[in-house]
């Protein structure tokens, strides 16, 4: 049966205009697996806790974490079946350039290029300062390192990690696989366990009415504007954390009875984190007891911090077992992201669509890895992450939530793109295997409506010095994602019209190509 399917799968990428270049060696369970890892309850609901606690309270994350999840799977499912019926490593870009044409393909490719960058860089960025922390409780002198500057020791672990990761990305294919099988039972054994200990082991807790009708409002703007302001820029906690789930068509080429497992994987790495994270964020909130010092700007982890909540109501022995489990959990998280991304970068310079594409498409005859397009992911990462060292005035880290920014709305804008398509292709689309039926309409305009919305949303300035104009405003404080997101799709418009568009063709066929 094996054997069955591989031959099947190598036809039908055939079909599609690819050689088989990459190892295909994955099992179904191994591409959920690296959809799963990406999404990583243990870093989203860990490093962006606070965006929601300080813009909403425990509303905008107990019940703004399914209503928002509910969105998202709509949005899943509705990739699911086009990955189903064009199971290629290109995913998303070459849905929409099958659906849309080329610039369709050329505007989504680098969109989700920049979004896979931005994720890479910030779930490994977000890791240092866990790691940075977690190494200061069983090694205090630590703190006092680089002059005791704690941005500039998380960039310090920042650069290590990301040379891990890249390090780990460059072995063979199956290796990956087994790292992310690995993953994906850390991840639910270690919320388990950390879900056990908040529920057991905490000094206090909270009740239902708090964790369920609560709101709290750190953001700086005024109460009148919590219901259509504040509030859905707590929403950014769920919206982040459960992204990145396109890794499974990403590794459609590597993967066995792609046609079927690829769909699997993508709809049900959302439906399984969406559950166990709101477990995991109500066990935070049933432990914050301490609102008071977890809304401390001197708490010594940051106001809002879900750092602040381990460290009040937990002993030092089960604080330090709660973030081992989440920084080792955030490391798995960064191996993943970077192998979607090395995946995307293969793919989309293989049509082309890159400077220097022979460089980036180039696969290790020995570990069947695109190792150049590793490498070159991880600098542009570090590269898009210099502005965190910069502290802001008002002792937020705008900078890694600006780059979180980037990551949501590149990845979603990418995700737009061939939804709309395939809505409007309508009954001409030809489902593969795993198909929405005549589903697809009303959940096709729900999932655009949705992005739309998130994307002007997380725009917008995240505390008050970053308005324009305004008598407090400080650059220092800027969300720069539209700035950042603006001025790609300038670059790709100026790009298009001026040059691309006489050269980038869509999706090449490989299959035809004879080699050097």
């Known amino acids: 049966m094996a054997v069955a399917d591989e031959h099947s799968d190598e036809a039908r990428l055939a079909e599609l205009g690819y050689k088989q270049e990459l190892r295909r060696t994955w099992s179904g369970f191994s591409n959920f697996a690296i959809s799963f890892s990406i999404i990583s309850i243990l870093a989203g609901c860990f490093t962006t806790f606070a965006q929601a606690w300080n813009n909403g309270g425990p509303i905008a994350i107990s019940l703004g974490w399914p209503l928002i999840s509910v969105f998202i799977l709509i949005i899943g499912l509705c990739l699911a079946e086009m990955g189903s019926a064009y199971p290629t490593a290109g995913g998303i870009y070459w849905w929409a350039a099958r659906l849309g044409g080329p610039a369709a393909g050329f505007y989504t490719g680098w969109l989700n290029l920049v979004g896979l960058i931005a994720v890479t860089a910030s779930v490994v960025y977000a890791c240092a300062g866990f790691w940075n922390i977690t190494l200061t409780l069983f090694w205090p002198g630590w703190a006092d390192s680089f002059g005791g500057d704690a941005l500039n020791q998380q960039f310090f672990w920042f650069a290590i990690l990301m040379v891990l990761v890249c390090v780990l990305n460059i072995f063979s294919s199956h290796l990956l696989a087994l790292i992310n099988n690995v993953s994906a039972g850390w991840h639910v054994v270690g919320a388990a366990v950390i879900i056990v200990v908040l529920l057991v082991a905490s000094k206090g807790h909270q009740d239902a009415s708090f964790i369920f009708t609560e709101r709290i409002n750190n953001s700086g703007f005024g109460d009148q504007s919590f ?118 970068g293969y793919a989309f310079s293989r ?33 898009i992450t210099l502005p965190a060292l910069y502290k802001s005035p008002a002792g937020i880290p705008v900078a890694f939530y600006a780059v979180v920014s980037v990551a949501v709305i590149g990845l979603y804008l990418a995700f737009l793109i ?99």
């Open 418 to 516: 061939p939804i709309y398509y395939r809505l409007r292709a309508g009954q001409k689309f030809q489902p593969g295997p795993w198909s929405l039926g005549n589903k697809y309409r009303w959940m096709n305009v729900v999932a655009a409506v949705e992005i739309v919305v998130i994307s002007i949303y997380f725009c917008l300035p995240i505390v008050p010095g970053g308005v324009p104009f305004s008598d407090g405003f400080s650059w220092f404080d800027v969300n720069y994602a539209p700035i950042v997101t603006g001025a790609v799709l300038l670059a790709i418009t100026v790009w298009w019209f001026t040059s691309a568009k006489t050269w980038f063709t869509g999706p090449r066929r490989t299959i035809d190509e004879t080699p050097m």
């Open 227 to 344: 219901w259509f302001y504040v509030l859905p820029l707590g929403f950014l906690l769920t919206q982040y954390t459960i992204t990145g789930f396109d890794a499974s068509a990403h590794m459609s080429e590597e993967t066995q009875a792609a046609s079927r497992t690829v769909a699997r994987g993508i709809w049900t790495s959302i439906f399984y984190s969406a559950m166990g994270g709101w477990l995991l964020l109500l066990a935070f909130l049933w432990a914050a007891k301490d609102v008071g010092f977890i809304n401390s700007p001197d708490n010594g982890y940051g106001v809002g911090s879900v750092i602040a909540i381990f460290s009040s109501a937990l002993s030092p022995a089960l604080f330090k077992l709660v973030m081992v489990i989440a920084t080792i959990g955030q490391v798995f998280c960064g191996i993943a992201a970077m192998t979607s991304l090395s995946r995307m």
């Open 351 to 383: 049509d082309g669509a890159v400077p220097g594409r022979t460089i980036w498409s180039k696969v290790s005859p020995k570990t069947g890895v695109p190792v150049n397009a590793v490498l070159g992911g991880a600098a542009a990462g570090v590269l």
